[in-house]
C-alpha cells in the first residue's frame, strides 16, 4: 500500500452482517434464494446447486435479505473470497458463514473496497487469521477490526477506473470463448442433428459397440512414495471440463500406478466424469495420462470421431444428471455410459466437423493468450496497489 495513505478499522467504514442459520429441510423448489458458502467464488457469486426458502418467509428475514452488488465474503472454508451480488439473484437471503459488508462512510468508495478485498493480497491476510485443522473458519471480529487503506477519493477513483477496465476486458474475452463454444455446439447440431431425436436418420448403435471403456483408480494416500515425486499425470473428474486437456494437477509415480488400478490412457480417448457434482462434464485427454476412478475412459473404433463423440456426450449431460439423480448416490455407471445409444453419421462427416472444430480451436488458443495476459497485467496493478 501507499506510504501516504490513511489507515481505518473496516468495522469504522462498514457494517458487517453475518447470515442466518436456514435448515435445508425448509429448502424449496422455487422462492428467496439462499446464499451459502459455496455461491462466493473468488470475485463472482455463481449460481450452482441454487437452494431456496420459501417467499412466505420474507417477513422473518428482514435482517438477512440481501440487496444488489452487497459486498458477500466467505468465512469457512476457502475463507475470504469474495463477490458482488448480481440482481439477477434476488431475492436472497444470507446463509450464516457468510459476511455481508455495507459501507456507512462516505470516505469510502464502495468499487474501491470490493477491489482491495478481492485481492491476493486480502485473502491471504484472511487465511493467515483462520483458526481450524479440518476447516478454516475467520472470525468477524478480527474482520472488523483490520485496518483497511483508505486512499483520497480522487485516488480510490482513479484506481478503480484502472482495474474496472482491466476486468471488463477479461469479461470481453472469456464472452468472446462463450462465443465460439456457441458457435462448435451450434455446428454440431446443424451437420448432425439433435442425437436424441435423429431427424436425419443416421444408423444408431449403443455406445458400447463402437467403443471400449474403463476406469481409472486411487493410489493409496497412505504411501507417500505413490505420490511424492510423481510425474504420471493424474487426471481428477474436476478436470475433465477443460475440453482438450492436456495436463492435470497432480501426479503419481510408477509405484502408485503399480499399485493401483489406475492405468495409462492414450491420447484422443474421451474421458467423461461419472460421480458426483460434476457428472456428465466431458473432454478428450490430449497427452498419455492416468486418471482416477471417478472418471471414465472410452476408447471409439475408427467408425467414431473423438470430437464427435465429444459433442454428443455434451448433449447429453442432462440426461446423465437425470440417471445419477435418481439413484442412492449422483453416478453413473460404465454400465450406463456404454449403454447409451449414439447416432453414427457418415465418417467423411465426422472430418469435415473435426476440421471446422480444429479451427474454432486455434482461435480460441489466440483468444486465451490474449487473456492470460490480461489476467497477468490485472494481477501486477493488483500487486501495484495493494500487496504491502
Known sequence: MKHNWTYKKLGELVDVLNGYAFKSSNYVKDGIRVIRI?????????????????LSAESELTRYMLHEDDILLSLTGNVG????????????????????????????????????????????????????????????????????PVPTLDEQQAIVLELDGINRLIDLQEEQLREYDRLAQSLFYT???????????????????????????????????YYEGGTIPWLRSGEVSQGLIYKTELFITQAGLDNSSAKIIPVNSVAIAMYG??????????????????VC?????????????????????PHYINIAAGGAQPNISQAIIR???????PLALQQTFAAQIEAIEQQKTLVRKSLDETRTLLAARMQYYFNS
Open 191 to 225: 451437420t448432425f442433428g439433435d442425437p436424441v431425436s435423429n431427424p436425419k436418420g443416421w444408423e444408431v448403435k449403443k455406445l458400447g459397440e463402437v467403443a471400449e471403456t474403463t476406469s481409472g483408480g486411487t493410489p493409496s494416500k497412505a504411501h507417500n512414495e
Open 38 to 54: 459455496a455461491n462466493v467464488q473468488k470475485g463472482k457469486i455463481v449460481d450452482e446447486a441454487p437452494a431456496f426458502y420459501p
Open 339 to 345: 449403454n447409451t445409444k449414439l447416432p453414427l453419421p
Open 277 to 294: 457434482a460434476t457428472v456428465g462434464e466431458v473432454g478428450i485427454i490430449k497427452a498419455p495420462m492416468s486418471t482416477n476412478q471417478a
Open 81 to 148: 473470497r469474495v463477490g458482488l451480488l448480481p440482481k439477477e439473484m434476488l431475492p436472497a437471503a444470507l446463509n450464516q458463514r457468510v459476511a455481508c459488508l455495507r459501507i456507512k462512510d462516505d470516505t469510502l468508495m464502495f468499487k474501491f473496497l470490493y477491489q482491495f478485498l478481492n485481492s491476493d493480497y486480502f485473502e491471504q491476510k484472511c487465511i493467515e487469521s483462520s483458526r481450524g485443522i479440518a476447516q478454516l473458519n475467520m472470525s468477524t471480529e478480527w474482520l472488523k477490526d483490520y485496518p483497511l
Open 297 to 317: 475412459s472410452i476408447f471409439p473404433n475408427e467408425s467414431v470421431m473423438p470430437i464427435y463423440l465429444l459433442y454428443f456426450l455434451r448433449v447429453m449431460k
